[in-house]
């Protein structure tokens, strides 16, 4: 069974910075995008952060030049080094990733659990 799972979130001050990491796992054939969503208290989910299979990146307005999203394909890992971070940045973060696993080698859209992010003094 395919499963990613989230971790390194926790409470910072601002200006802070934390990194996040999801690790993917299971019965993996390939992995194609990962992302990184969040969402906060009263608010809709939103993308944060996205790298393709080939190294596209893209991000959300408010976290470029702060944040930034890379991928260890040999660890099925995909991190998020968040700096200066914001008490606006407050929420639950979710790792996604499209994966196919080898009992029938079609993508589906997977996500991990959550992991909280607090950022207060």
């Known amino acids: 069974q395919v499963r990613v799972v989230e971790s390194g979130g926790g409470l910072v001050q601002p200006g802070g910075s934390l990194r996040l990491s999801c690790v993917a796992s299971g019965s993996i054939w390939s992995i194609n995008d990962m992302g990184w969503h969040r969402q906060a208290p009263g608010k809709q989910r939103e993308l944060v952060a996205f790298?393709?299979?080939?190294?596209?990146?893209d991000y959300l307005d408010s976290v470029k030049g702060r944040f930034t999203i890379s991928r260890d394909n040999a660890k099925k890992t995909v991190y998020l080094q968040m700096n200066s971070l914001k008490p606006e940045d407050t929420a639950v973060y979710y790792c996604?990733?499209?994966?196919?696993?080898?009992?029938?080698?079609?993508?589906?859209?997977?996500w991990g659990q959550g992991t909280q992010v607090t950022v207060s003094s």
């Open positions: 790298i393709g299979s080939d190294g596209r990146i």
């Open positions: 996604n990733a499209a994966i196919a696993p080898y009992d029938d080698y079609r993508e589906h859209d997977y």
